[in-house]
């Protein structure tokens, strides 16, 4: 962990760079290798084919939910820092879209326990 899911209306094709989003969002967390060790780092990016924003009528509304999964036992500083940081990325990313049509970004974050997670990652190897 952590898992960054970001998703976003298949009518912002044009408009997204996932090249350079995923990239831009795992440096929130290279910057903080004490809190978020970098072999968990991963993120996805799925454009949604089906969807309905508002009341329907313009299919030019669009909208990007990022979704933060995270394991239990950062702090509430650690957490909000990170969402903070997150959404300034996001914001960014997505600054010259908001100029030229109605566009909703969200960010949520989700915190696990230790119950109901599985772990296998031989990845953490490379950074100790």
């Known amino acids: 962990m952590p898992h960054i899911i970001v998703e976003y209306t298949n009518n912002l094709v044009a408009d997204i760079n996932v090249n350079q989003l995923l990239p831009s969002l795992h440096e929130v967390f290279l ?3 004490e809190t978020f060790p970098i072999g968990g780092i ?5 454009a949604l084919e089906h969807y309905y924003v508002a009341d329907g009528a313009d299919s030019n509304d669009a909208f990007v939910h990022l979704t933060l999964k995270i394991g239990a036992g950062r702090t509430k500083t650690e957490k ?3 969402c903070t940081a997150l959404f300034a990325v996001l914001t960014d990313h997505f600054s010259k879209t908001f100029t030229q049509r109605s566009l909703a970004l969200s960010l949520e974050l989700y915190e696990f326990g230790t119950d109901g997670t599985l772990k296998k990652n031989t990845i953490h190897e490379r950074y100790r």
């Open 42 to 46: 991963r993120s996805r990016a799925i």
């Open 80 to 82: 909000d820092h990170t």
């Open 31 to 33: 910057a903080q290798p």
